[in-house]
């Protein structure tokens, strides 16, 4: 059973063990804040009373050795191996030791320092103190068995300080077989850099004498080094040597390696693992990015220039470009030496426009598993592929022709043609299904059908694409009043019932409504309207106006109504009405000519004196000879 005793402090033998580890520590530390002091004294079957002291430092600097004190002494009549386990706890990370104290005998004491040096994984904490978790084991010699007894002791919290400086760590481990002890510890300087070689140092201790001890450095199976030493003074220590292309051949691909050192003497056989940790070499690569002018759905040239400003030669795997959503991987696989330049150049389609991204990213390999990417980003501006090279005129009555036209740096089958509102809404599609050839500009004339206002005129096509915006400002069409106006009845009788026609000419062509009135004389004269049955555009500005006789034979007085732009001009006719088994139809000249200024142009208006002669002379020869 475990007893701390505070009355063991005044005992003499003990106090001056302590006394002699304090001077010890003293001796191996520049300065020492305080120490941390654990006394046990405790019973063991078969050996007695077991008295241990430890002492330690409350602060660890990893470049320099963490000196341990230790006093064991037995009252029994056996012989004892000593042996200290030092378990390692820096937060989620966990590692051991295990070091040789010494035989000691009845009414003997073993008192001395421990080297203490971190193992590898320490060197990854991020924590500010670890802790010491000691555990005393006893070997009890006797008939040729070894008997184990163990001790779990109070923990100790050390703060700990690291450095810049190169760290030794190291690897201990004991084995005892028939009352002999032999402890194998390896250790090196970390990190390792890949350019040079490495130094392993084995040290050997034995609670006696041995002869041809077998010592080495492995790797898995792999066979690094190996020789054998004597223990003369039951202490021997080896250096190894590891060669950068032996490391080259046995790192892995995450970037570690783990070493075995291993001794064996007779049935004696320890080994203990150490843990590699590489320096990451601070690989420099300079790189420039330079790009043409960006186009969407165009192929544009990206250069990228790359200096190998490192001190060794790398080995450039590849060139990734990385923008919007796109990714592009560029084999390279070339070795750059100190100071040599590489340019690589490569041809890219971007499919949006605007301000983006673009990111270049460098990957090297510099061997024994280094490898890594250097990044560079700049900002670019990608344009669209449609521009409007003209509008014309910018500012345009409504309802009047403008003439727009356009380049597309691609193909484009189903482009459309549209009109923003300045002040916002929907888009007015001015014209659709629009071809665009590439490089190749065209020149689309259409009406400007458009509300008075301002507007910013664009072009998009099927890719989703779309050109700058150029303003049109579409005013009022200025009224004229200079139109011309003549009504030409098609016939002048007809049967009851009957369709009739007039043909109505408006100069220069306009849109127009138009009125049938028939006078009605009783009870007395007045207008009255008539329903007409269709109005027919038949050709630009001429319209025939169809309307139905009257079902009572006689004569008729017509006014038909034109307005034109709210101005509404009128012409009169008369329609002779017989019955349907009677019906004689005749031709007759031109009732009534109307207009605002000059009735009619000339060349309608000689047709139509033309037309009333002839029709006069064949009523005059008609009507002449039945008189």
Known sequence: MLVVSGALLGKARLVLALLTLLSLLASFTSSIASCQELVYEFGVEGLGVVKFALVVDDEWVFSKPFMVGYALSIEGNSSVIGVLRLVFKCGDTVSSNDYLLGLVGKGERLSSLIAVRPTA???????DYVVLEPTLLLYKLGDGLSKQYSYPLSPLIVKLVKSVESTHTSSCRVSVENGTALELCIETVQPWTPTSTARLLVSLHSTKALEDVVVGVRVGEWLLASRIVDLTTASARAQFFVEQRILAA?????????????????????ETPLEIVLEKPNVRLLVDVETSKLVAGVPSTVVVRITNAWTKSVVVKGVELVFNETKLWFEVG?????LDSLTVEREVVVNKTGTTTLEVRVCYVAGLGVSGCVEKRVNVEIASPLKILSLEPSIVEANKTIRVTVLSLIDSHNATLLAYPAGGGKPIVLAKGLYLGRNIPATFELVARLEPGE????????????SNPLRLKVVESKPTGEYRIAVIPLQ???VTGEIVEVRVAISPPRNATFKLYRLVEMPKPQWVREHILEVVEESSGTYVVRYRAPSRPGTY?????????????EAQFTLEVEKRESRNLQLSPLQEIISSQQLLPNWLLYT??????TFGLILFRRYGRGA
């Open 492 to 494: 002048t009788s007809a």
């Open 608 to 613: 139509l004196i033309a037309t009333s002669i």
């Open 557 to 569: 007085t017509y006014k038909l109504v034109v307005a034109v732009n709210g101005v509404e001009k």
């Open 455 to 466: 507007y910013l005129v664009k072009i998009v096509d099927e890719h989703g694409y779309e």
């Open 121 to 127: 994984s320490l060197l990854h904490c991020e924590e």
């Open 334 to 338: 070339e070795r750059l030496a100190t």
């Open 250 to 270: 046995l790192w892995r691909g995450d970037g570690s390696l783990t070493l075995t050192g291993y001794a064996k003497a007779g049935k004696l056989y320890v």
